[in-house]
């Protein structure tokens, strides 16, 4: 009885610690609308973990895609979503919406 108890506070106290963590994410905004990312160039810090909050203000859907990262999520118009971004090293990268590909792009610029 007393290991399960001990057994079960290890994991609410993980479960804790793991979403707090979540919400100390850094959080930078994009929107799509009319098939244009808005910024097109999101700055964010070097080697720190951080989330995109993605908004789709339409009209239709969209995606937020990027090789270079490894990221792709289709997003419904009137939808947000997050995507979480490990920490990455100084550079540029690009992503895109593959529904407007003349377009919807940008770029993360990590310094």
Do not use: W
């Not at 999101?42 to 973990?49: G, Q, S, Y």
């Amino acid at each position: 009885m007393q290991k399960t108890y001990l057994l079960y506070c290890f994991l609410l106290a993980g479960l804790l610690l793991s979403n707090a963590s979540q919400a100390a994410l850094p959080a930078y905004k994009l929107t799509i609308k009319d098939g244009r990312f808005k910024p097109q160039t999101i700055k964010v810090p070097a080697r720190t973990r951080f989330k995109l909050v993605i908004t789709n203000l339409g009209p239709g859907p969209e995606e937020f895609e990027s090789k270079q990262l490894r990221k792709e999520s289709v997003i419904a118009e009137g939808v947000t979503r997050s995507v979480v971004f490990a920490p990455l090293k100084p550079g540029k990268y690009r992503f895109f919406g593959e529904f407007h590909l003349d377009t919807a792009e940008g770029h993360i610029v990590v310094e």
